[in-house]
């Protein structure tokens, strides 16, 4: 069974999946610079659709491996 | 010369399609939201909702800017409510006058900003009355009451952001490059055209500075949009400044004499034109500019003073009233007083938005009242609620897309107004009492303010003429003590040009025409000192 990571801020308990959210937004925020540089909202005719999905799936590759 | 064939955009009941669009964007949001807020069982589910209400922009970069502050600023609010109820919670008297001095210190910080800067300001300030004061009784519980507006919140803004994403909301970007296009050709237009009388280059000049400046908020928003949002900011910040500095050139160029050697004067002319085409190619191609300038605003201290001591004593005066009163739903009233208050703070007339207000908040109640009473009548299932919201958050957004801006802010004002009466719960209370009690509560409170503002009334636009002069002349003093060299001197310009924008001019009088024709002329004369000292220096 896979045990989520606890985040507890100043004895206050916050749902693992706030800590998750979080992280995947500073990852794509960090990827941002990278993504520009491959030109990534040239390579699709929705780059919304597609930053979305990859926030989705960094987020659900947070969640199975930690 | 090159014509091009016009072709209509695609519209429907007089009204254009990208309008309904977002109608149909922003109830699918709201849909979204209160669906994953009743599944949550958070507390305030309709928080949620209004949360969209509030974030419905037509552009994804505007709503995503706009909800990166509303979640910094719920956090400060719900902060201080926590402080300020943990001091003042045994006197109530002490209490109120400290909401209305931290509301007064929003509204003086948002006087300093613009934008949703100036937005987040405020909402750090109404937090406190929604939290704080609506906890007036159970001061104990101020901290669930934080976590559950900042949980329903946080549902709110990733509703409207996964719904503008999927929903492919149009990027600011192609609407912000087209208007800086627009301007590029009105500048153009002005530097071709010959000196014509004082007055009216005067006022040509002013209105093209007070539309470059307007931009500003657009400006910073860009950011967030997508991986190539931060350089196209920074494309479209140095297009604005190139724009200003263009304006400047031209007019350098008619105050010469017709004798004068006008080459000098006419490159220069040429090479902010060029500096302004490469912004709009850098800007539409998500490449860097070869100039990155900032875009400093300029704000009056003294104006943003008064208006938070106003805002302060207008909910002193709201809450001695209720206070005096004693009614039983007092602090939900007070509430909205502090939000009207700090939402007219945004907007350049906060009187007028007072007015729209109160006409608002009997459309908005008919509203709600059509809805809950006679629409849904009763029903639980939340697929029947979702197609019973359609007709009125399309209605009210369609309406938000109008061109008037009296008829634009009507539309904001009765969805979310809608929303607070209507407050959609799980499981639907259908309770006539409160939807009256809410109903009557949100009249009363925008007419109380109306009075509170009558009493205690703005500044008159010939004393904001007066200091914002007074602040002109004394900035041109520090360039002449060459005190000021923290700025670019394009930067220094566009600073000049917020000034200007902010000069309030009525019908043209001739006092207007003079007061803009003095302020321009310490514009012009602050721009040649910087240019020349900046050559000196590379020279």
């Not at chain 1, 999946?17 to 540089?37: D, E, K, N, S």
């Not at chain 1, 390579?43 to 926030?55: D, K, Q, R, T």
Request: aromatic share 8%; proline share 5%; hydrophobic share 55%.
């Amino acid at each position: 069974m896979h045990s989520f990571s606890e985040l507890i801020i100043g004895d206050v308990f916050v749902a693992p999946f706030v800590g998750y959210a979080l992280t995947a937004l500073v990852i794509i925020l960090a990827l941002r610079p990278i993504l520009r540089l491959c030109r990534f909202d040239k390579l699709f005719s929705h780059p919304a659709v597609a930053e979305l999905s990859l926030y989705v799936t960094i987020l659900g590759l947070l969640t199975v491996a930690f | 010369m090159t014509t091009a064939a016009i072709t209509r955009p695609w519209s429907l009941a007089g009204v254009p399609a990208s309008a309904w669009a977002f109608g149909i964007r922003i109830w699918v949001a709201i849909v979204v939201a209160l669906a994953a807020a009743f599944w949550l069982e958070l507390e305030v589910p309709s928080s949620a909702a209004l949360t969209v209400a509030i974030l419905a922009l037509p552009t994804r970069g505007q709503a995503l800017d706009k909800a990166v502050y509303r979640s910094i600023a719920t956090l400060i609010g719900v902060t201080a409510s926590v402080a300020i109820i943990a001091i003042f919670s045994q006197a109530r008297d002490l209490l109120l006058a400290a909401l209305a001095g931290w509301i007064g210190l929003c509204v003086y910080a948002a006087g300093l900003m613009d934008g949703t800067r100036a937005y987040a300001a405020v909402l750090s300030g109404y937090t406190v009355a929604l939290v704080a004061i609506q906890q007036l009784d159970t001061p104990e519980h101020v901290f669930e009451s934080g976590v559950a507006r900042g949980a329903a919140i946080a549902i709110g803004i990733v509703a409207i952001t996964v719904v503008n994403d999927v929903f492919a909301a149009p990027d600011s970007h192609p609407q912000l490059a087209a208007r800086l296009a627009a301007l590029h050709g009105r500048v153009r237009d002005y530097a071709k055209a010959a000196f014509q009388n004082a007055a009216r280059d005067t006022a040509a000049a002013a209105g093209l500075l007070r539309d470059v400046a307007a931009l500003h908020p657009d400006l910073t928003s860009l950011a967030g949009e997508s991986s190539t949002g931060a350089v196209r900011g920074a494309a479209a910040r140095s297009t604005a400044v190139a724009l200003v500095a263009a304006v400047s050139a031209a007019r350098a160029l008619k105050a010469l004499p017709p004798a004068a050697d006008l080459a000098a004067a006419s490159r220069e002319l040429a090479r902010r034109d060029g500096e302004v085409c490469d912004g709009l190619a850098a800007l539409s191609a998500g490449t860097r500019p070869q100039r990155a300038w900032r875009t400093p605003l300029y704000r009056s201290q003294r104006i943003a003073a008064a208006a938070g001591i106003r805002a302060a004593a207008w909910l002193a005066l709201a809450a001695v009233f209720f206070v005096l009163a004693g009614w039983p739903t007092a602090d939900a009233a007070l509430s909205t007083v502090a939000v009207v208050i700090g939402l007219g703070a945004t907007t350049p007339n906060p009187n007028g938005f007072t007015v729209i207000a109160f006409v608002t908040a009997p459309i908005a109640a008919a509203l709600a009242g059509t809805l809950e009473f006679l629409v849904l009548d009763g029903v639980n299932e939340f697929p029947l609620l979702a197609l019973a919201l359609a007709p009125f958050v399309i209605g009210t957004a369609v309406l938000m897309t109008r061109p008037n801006p009296s008829l634009a802010s009507l539309g904001r004002l009765s969805l979310v107004f809608m929303i607070v009466i209507f407050a959609p719960n799980n499981p639907p209370a259908y309770d006539p009492q409160s939807f009256l009690f809410t109903s009557l509560f949100v009249g009363v409170s925008t007419a109380l303010l109306l009075a509170a503002q009558m009493l205690v009334p703005t500044e008159s636009n010939e004393r904001r003429q007066r200091w914002l002069l007074a602040s002109a002349r004394r900035d041109f003093e520090r360039v002449l003590s060459r005190r000021d060299r923290s700025l670019a001197p394009e930067e220094a310009m566009f600073r000049d040009a917020t000034r200007i924008a902010q000069i309030p001019v009525g019908a043209a009088s001739p006092r207007d025409g003079a007061v803009l024709a003095e302020a321009l002329s310490y514009f012009d004369r602050a721009a040649a000192i910087r240019l020349a000292r900046a050559r000196e220096t590379v020279s």
